[in-house]
C-alpha cells in the first residue's frame, strides 16, 4: 500500500489488465451460453460506482455489456407499476446489463427526499424480494454490489469535482442534499438491507475508500461468482488484398475534408 493507504498504481493497473481480460472472456461464455447477467451497482453519491462500471466495461462488446443508466420517470411511467420500466432493460439472452442505479431507487433517494409515499415505499419492500427471486428462478444470474464510503472522503470528492471543470457535471443538488442527509441515507440502507438481502439474491458491500482496491475487489468478486470457461474461438486470418480492379478514389477537393488541426499544433 501507499502511504495514504491506496493500492499502488502499478499493482493496480496490472491487475486491472488481467482481470478485465478475464471479463472478456466472461462475455465470450455469456454470449456462446445465452446467459443473462444483471450486475446492480448502488451505494453513496460519488463512491465510486461509475469509475467501476468504465472498467468493467472497458474492453467489452456494448452490443454484449449494456449500461442501464435511467433519468428520472415521465409522468407516464409515475403511472406503472413501479417496476416496469426496469423491466424492459433486463437482457435477453447472450447480454450483461449493468445497472448504475437501479430499483434500488425507491429504497433510497425516493424514501429519504419524499419522492414516495410510505405506502408506495412500504410496497417496494415487499415486492422487490418476490420480483428478484423471479428473476433468479427464470435463470437470471442476479449480482448486488452496494459501494460503501465514508463521510469525509464522500465530502473530499464533492469537493474534487466542485473545483475540476471537466467533472463538475457529476455534482446535482441532489448529491450536495446527501451530506445534510447522511444519516437518513444511512437508515434507509440499513433499513434496505433487512429486507432485500436475500439468499437468492444478496447484497455484496464494496468498501472504496480506495477506489482502486474497489475496482479490483468487485471485478474479483464478479468473476468468482460466474462458472464461466474460456470459449475457444476459431483461428484468424488475414487474407490477401486481390489485385486493383481499376478502381480510382475521386479527388479529394471533390468532398468536405475535416480540416486539419492537427497539422496545426505541429506547427
Known sequence: MTKDGRLPKKIYRRELLRLQAELVKLQEWVRVEGA????????????????????????????????????????RQRTEWYFQRYVEHLPAAGEIALFDRSWYNRAGVERVMGFCTNQEYARFLHQCPIFERLLVEDGVLLRKYWFSVSDSEQENRFRSRLEDPMRRWKLSPMDLESINRWEDYSRAKDEMFVHTDIPEAPWHVVESEDKRSARINMIAHLLSTIQYYEVQRPPLGLPPRPPSKGYERPPRDMQAQVPDHAAELRR
Do not use: Q
Not at 43 to 52: I, V
Open 36 to 75: 443473462r447477467v444483471v450486475i446492480v451497482f448502488e451505494g453513496r453519491d460519488a463512491a465510486g460506482k461509475g469509475s467501476t462500471i468504465k472498467r468493467v466495461t472497458e474492453y467489452l462488446n456494448p452490443r454484449v455489456a449494456r449500461i442501464v443508466a435511467l433519468p428520472a420517470p415521465t409522468e
